[in-house]
């Protein structure tokens, strides 16, 4: 489902009004880096221009301007000659950008353009802040396609005072529209096509890739064009790896398989989680800390809604998962032993990207989605067990938007049976 160009529009018009008079704003759509010779990885649009445009294309740009001459809301577009697109394809041209996104056809300008009219509206109209999409998830970070752009516009014009879009859209992201929470919906209900696919051809004996594939083929032929993330598929010992993603060890009898998965709709994305036996029945010990993961996330899903904050949900899920870990015989009376079985955080939030932006604790607020993913992890009981759903925080607690993927013992039983 497409965004509203309505909703778009509001989006802009409120990254504007934060922005000081004498402003311009520029967010790049991106291109994809080289892989090798005349190869290159697969593209991922930048998340906050789509959000503010709709558009997925590579070598885009939203121009944002707010001066006395008054506001502007320019887009320039990739263009290509015709024996070019014979070679590569289509390229997007302006009615088709002007309908997707809500900006008007006379404010769309071809890509070669940018930096000349830049240059004229730096001149003309006073300009004196830069704003720019300036992420970065650490000191020693790769400097992002925006962060060069932004840093070759300072060079240009040393005077600007740089600004930082990416808190302002970043907060705005947390709040999902209705058109998001369906796209999350489709995301989350292809993810469960693949997940019952793989269930229902499970056999020890067969690799993770072999049951992995079934995920695959599934979800593809239902029209998922995007994985949100790599998929983990982890049997035995590997569940108590957290991001194990080699998913080459054949399974044996008795096996529990773990599977961290998701799809992406119209970039929206799904984070699923599900341990199953890999026979279709779970032996007794992996029936108790199986049930031990999910009476936990149960509990910490109850307790969702507004006014809560994230830290509070972690806390609430490792004193239970303390609790439990007593019960099972893993750890005495000191809490803290948990963490060599159960270490790492409750969830976090999930939008257009799979560890989506806001931080890790943060208040929830009606609009919200975050996940909820409790684990225990045994590695001398080669049982690793993870359950996660997604979740949507409503006005007056939640909406487990995952609700229609099995994950109760008995229902996997029969359902593998």
Same mark, same amino acid.
């Given at each position: 489902m497409s965004i509203e160009v309505e909703t778009l529009q509001a989006r802009r018009?409120?990254? @504007? &009004?934060?922005?000081? #008079?004498?402003?311009?704003?520029? /967010?790049?759509?991106?291109?994809?880096?080289?892989?090798?010779?005349?190869?290159?990885? #697969?593209?991922?649009?930048? %998340?906050?221009?789509? =959000? $503010?445009?709709? @558009?997925? %294309?590579?070598?885009?740009?939203?121009?944002?301007? *707010?001066?006395?001459? !008054?506001?502007?809301e320019l887009l320039f577009i990739d263009q290509v000659s015709e024996l070019e697109e014979k070679w590569s394809g289509h390229r997007m041209k302006k009615p088709e950008a002007s309908e997707l996104s809500g900006i008007k056809e006379a404010d769309i300008h071809g890509m070669p353009e940018l930096r000349r009219l830049l240059g004229s509206h730096m001149m003309n109209e006073g300009i004196a802040h830069g704003y720019f999409d300036l992420e970065r998830i650490s000191y020693n970070h790769l400097d992002t396609e925006q962060v060069v752009f932004a840093k070759e516009f300072q060079s240009q014009y040393p005077f600007i005072q740089l600004q930082n879009l990416y808190p302002v859209i970043a907060k705005m992201r947390q709040i999902k529209s209705c058109d998001e929470i369906e796209n999350m919906r489709t995301a989350i209900d292809k993810t469960r096509i693949g997940i019952e696919a793989m269930m229902k051809v499970?056999?020890?004996?067969?690799f993770e890739y072999e049951i992995e594939a079934h995920y695959d083929f599934a979800v593809k032929l239902g029209g998922v064009q995007e994985k949100a993330f790599h998929t983990i598929a982890a049997s035995g010992v590997n569940a108590t790896v957290l991001h194990y993603e080699t998913n080459n060890t054949q399974t044996k009898d008795d096996d529990l398989i773990l599977f961290d998965l998701g799809c992406a709709w119209n970039h929206y994305a799904a984070d699923i989680s599900r341990t199953f036996p890999?026979? !279709? *029945?779970?032996?007794?010990?992996?029936?108790?800390?199986?049930?031990?993961? $999910?009476?936990?996330?149960?509990?910490? /899903?109850?307790? /969702?809604?507004?006014?809560?904050?994230?830290?509070?949900?972690?806390?609430?899920?490792?004193?239970?998962?303390? &609790? *439990?870990? %007593? &019960?099972?015989?893993? /750890?005495?009376?000191?809490? #803290?032993?948990?963490?060599?079985? =159960?270490?790492?955080?409750? !969830?976090?939030?999930? !939008?257009?990207?799979?560890? &989506?932006?806001?931080?890790?604790?943060?208040?929830l607020e009606p609009g919200m989605v975050i996940?909820?993913?409790?684990?225990?992890?045994?590695? #001398?009981?080669?049982?690793?067990? %993870?359950i996660e759903d997604d979740i949507l925080v409503t006005e007056n607690g939640n909406e487990n938007l995952s609700v229609g993927i099995i994950k109760e013992v008995e229902d996997i039983e029969a359902f593998m049976a």
């Open positions: 018009t409120k990254i @504007i &009004d934060t922005m000081q #008079e004498g402003s311009i704003a520029v /967010i790049l759509s991106g291109n994809p880096l080289a892989r090798t010779a005349d190869q290159f990885h #697969e593209f991922a649009i930048w %998340r906050n221009f789509f =959000y $503010l445009t709709n @558009i997925d %294309r590579t070598n885009f740009a939203l121009v944002l301007i *707010k001066s006395s001459a !008054g506001v502007k499970s056999k020890p004996g067969m890999v026979n !279709g *029945k779970f032996t007794d010990r992996q029936k108790e800390v199986y049930q031990a993961v $999910l009476d936990v996330e149960n509990a910490v /899903i109850h307790a /969702i809604k507004p006014g809560i904050k994230m830290s509070g949900l972690n806390k609430l899920a490792k004193d239970m998962l303390a &609790d *439990k870990c %007593r &019960d099972l015989g893993l /750890i005495g009376n000191n809490d #803290e032993d948990v963490l060599k079985y =159960y270490y790492h955080s409750i !969830g976090h939030a999930l !939008g257009l990207d799979t560890h &989506d932006v806001g931080g890790r604790d943060f208040v996940t909820i993913e409790p684990g225990l992890y045994i590695e #001398e009981e080669a049982i690793g067990v %993870r």
